[in-house]
């Protein structure tokens, strides 16, 4: 049994408390949270004392292992239609260090504190990997094509790769890639894959202006992109509203639901979502917006208007690690104003609640096993991140 104290302990599920006693046992089970006057309370000799704060496992809502071999490859701040003809025009340069990078980036993301990730996979290339991992992981198999006539071929691969990663006791579903790349035909396809791969969907979401444009007025650089891959649009009307509201009403129910990026989504198109299913979260992730779009995301309006908000490192194709403590930092340097708690709580307990992991990760309940990360360094008065670091314990 461990007893481990801070200055602060970021409980996950209830507010930050003082000089409180983190109670471990073997396999790093969570036993109790104890205050120090508890009767409970071991004698000081027996209590690891850390300056700092104590938090849950890192959650990391929206990674691409599979692309960990395009580190640096893709040139930064041109725009995502420019970003995606590189991905795909690229994507097979320096095939034979797939393996060996995948394994690499999830070395990093354990040292990083990150105990469970939302990985999104196009192949098995990282089933091998996560097999072995001590990071928890939930793939979404991802599928794409505009074109209506491809959708079965399409979906039938991505039920081959999801039963394949099933078979191999990992968590599995099949989902959308994004509204610009998703038919209609497809998107049904997905919804009737909900009974066999059930569980949390993911979608990208609003990361760039000529998306909306594209479905409000059928051009864009967007659309014009998708013409010099050779995809049709002759038969295909603009739909004269936003891609959210497009790709929304698609979405198969009852499940969780997590929008990707959301970068150009406003204030009354977050409101009338949110009103239309509680199972919503909104997964931010800064420095891939920076590396794509240049820009950041409005993280204080998202919390107006109440969206449960995770984070993501995105891939190391639009990366330079994969830390989701970096993001804090990164979000604390553009959002001075936002509680450390509040950060806290995005990287941990949302993002294990959106992954459906949270009987098991994101916060110090009994009977978890979310890891425990050690946050040195933190300026406790201005709850500055900026000389922090992070060690992982347990
Ligand atoms: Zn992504």
New binding site residues.
């Given amino acids: 049994m461990r007893f481990l104290s801070a200055d602060l302990i970021f409980p996950g599920h209830t507010e930050p408390l003082a000089n409180a006693i983190l109670v471990v046992g073997p396999n790093g089970v969570i036993k109790d949270l104890l205050t120090s006057d508890d009767e409970n309370a071991p004698e000081g000799s027996r209590v690891e004392r850390f300056n700092g704060i104590l938090c849950p496992g890192f959650i990391n809502a929206?990674c691409?292992l599979e692309l960990s071999h395009m580190k640096g490859v893709v040139a930064e701040k041109t725009g995502l239609p420019k970003f995606i003809t590189e991905i795909v025009s690229r994507r097979n340069e320096n095939a034979h260090e797939k393996q060996e990078k995948i394994i690499l980036a999830d070395e990093e993301m354990w040292l990083n504190g990150i105990q469970a990730v939302g990985d999104?996979c196009n192949t098995t290339d990282s089933l091998e990997t996560k097999s072995n991992s001590r990071v928890e992981y939930h793939s979404f198999v991802e599928v794409f094509s505009f074109d209506p006539a491809r959708a079965n071929e399409v979906l039938e691969e991505g039920i081959r790769v999801a039963k394949a990663y099933r078979n191999a006791g990992l968590k599995a579903t099949i989902v959308p890639h994004a509204p610009y790349s998703v038919s209609e035909q497809l998107f049904d396809g997905i919804r009737k894959q909900q009974q066999p791969f059930p569980g949390p969907i993911s979608i990208?979401n609003q990361e760039t202006e000529s998306e909306d444009e594209m479905f409000s007025s059928g051009t864009g650089e967007l659309v014009e992109t998708f013409k010099g891959f050779g995809i049709d649009f002759s038969n295909w009307n603009p739909q004269k509203k936003s891609s959210l509201d497009y790709a929304f009403a698609q979405l198969p129910a009852d499940q969780n639901v997590m929008l990707?990026h959301n970068t150009c989504s406003t204030s009354d198109e977050m409101k009338h979502v949110e009103s239309l299913r509680n199972d919503l979260y909104w997964c931010a992730c800064p420095s891939a917006n920076l590396y794509i779009e240049n820009r950041i995301p409005n993280l204080p309006m998202w919390l107006e208007n109440n969206a449960k908000v995770c984070v993501g490192t995105?891939?190391l194709a639009s990366n330079h690690q994969l830390s989701i403590f970096e993001e804090l930092k990164l979000i604390q340097h553009h959002h001075p104003q936002l509680p450390l708690s509040t950060l806290l709580q995005m990287a941990t307990l949302n993002g294990a609640k959106a992954l459906n992991m949270d009987n098991e990760k994101g916060s110090f309940q009994q009977g978890k096993l979310p890891g425990v990360l050690w946050l040195k360094n933190v300026d406790l008065s201005s709850e500055s991140l900026a000389s922090a670091s992070v060690q992982r314990i347990i």
Wanted: a negative charge; glycine letters at 0%.
């Fill in positions: 929206h691409h999104i990208h990707v995105d891939s």
